[in-house]
Nanobody
Framework: QVQLVESGGGLVQAGGSLRLSCAASGSFFSINRMTWYRQDSGNYREMVARITSGSSTSYVDSVKGRFTISRDGAKNTVYLQMNSLKPEDTAVYYC???????????????WGQGTLVTVSS
């Protein structure tokens, strides 16, 4: 069984920074792309940032220049460095990964449990 465990959420003032981490554990062959999503109080979920196995990155426009996604392949961990945080960044942040579990060429989605980020004004 594969698990994704997020950490690093919390309460921060506007303009501050947080670093989220998401570590994969369990038995698997490899991890393809890893993605951070967020879901606000209105249950709207959006993709925030994505990093491929080749380390190509993409971001939603609202976080470009403020957030940075990175990964450590040796630790099976993805990070989200969030700077210049705004109240509208408040949400539950979820980690998502495409993981080859039963076969090395077949991937399935795995989700973390989420970590709450609250930005006060």
């Amino acid at each position: 069984q594969v698990q994704l465990v997020e950490s690093g959420g919390g309460l921060v003032q506007a303009g501050g920074s947080l670093r989220l981490s998401c570590a994969a554990s369990g038995s698997f062959f490899s991890i393809n792309r890893m993605t951070w999503y967020r879901q606000d109080s209105g249950n709207y979920r959006e993709m925030v940032a994505r990093i491929t196995s080749g380390s190509s990155t993409s971001y939603v426009d609202s976080v470009k220049g403020r957030f940075t996604i990175s990964r450590d392949g040796a630790k099976n961990t993805v990070y989200l460095q969030m700077n210049s945080l705004k109240p509208e960044d408040t949400a539950v942040y979820y980690c998502n990964a495409l993981v080859a579990v039963q076969r090395p060429d077949t991937y399935r989605e795995v989700w973390g449990q989420g970590t709450l980020v609250t930005v006060s004004s």
